[in-house]
């Protein structure tokens, strides 16, 4: 026999927790936002390279191939607005800044830490199908 679900107010969340906990599936929810910042390109890179690491700008665009002093900056602003990055500029001239990971921003690394060590072992097999289907290929 099946157990029905409990739709009792306790059991059910309020709108207040829902809000407070997020709905990534929402598209007006604020969640889409970090969700983007975190899983971008550069995003991703980014955390990735300062996981663990205090490191300047110069340093992080020599590290992450590809990316644009512009887009580094703004993925750098963008992490550091939802309390990933710490940005600390030192008063000398020449202008001295780091940036290193919060703990919530460790946090965050790791998980797409775990995600990047996935596709890199994947890529064999992911090619694969690229061969099979010349629409999958990227498109740069």
């Known amino acids: 026999m099946k157990k029905s679900i409990e739709t009792t107010p306790t059991a059910a969340a309020t709108l207040s927790e829902k809000f407070r906990r997020g709905d990534l599936m929402s598209a007006a929810c604020p969640s889409r936002t970090v969700l983007k910042h975190i899983t971008s390109r550069w995003g991703v890179l980014t955390l990735i390279a300062l996981e663990g690491e205090t490191r300047r700008f110069s340093e992080l665009r020599r590290l ?8 580094l900056a703004q993925t750098l602003q963008w992490l ?3 309390g990933l990055v710490r940005r600390v500029a030192y008063e000398v001239v020449p202008p001295h800044v780091e940036y290193s990971l919060t703990p ?3 946090q965050a690394a790791q998980k797409v830490r ?3 060590d996935w596709i890199e072992v994947s890529v064999p097999d992911i090619l694969q199908h690229w061969d099979k289907d010349p629409a999958s290929q990227p498109a740069n």
């Open 64 to 71: 992450i191939g590809g990316v644009s002093e512009r887009m």
């Open 80 to 82: 550091e607005a939802d």
């Open 104 to 106: 919530f921003g460790q």
């Open 114 to 116: 775990d995600l990047a």
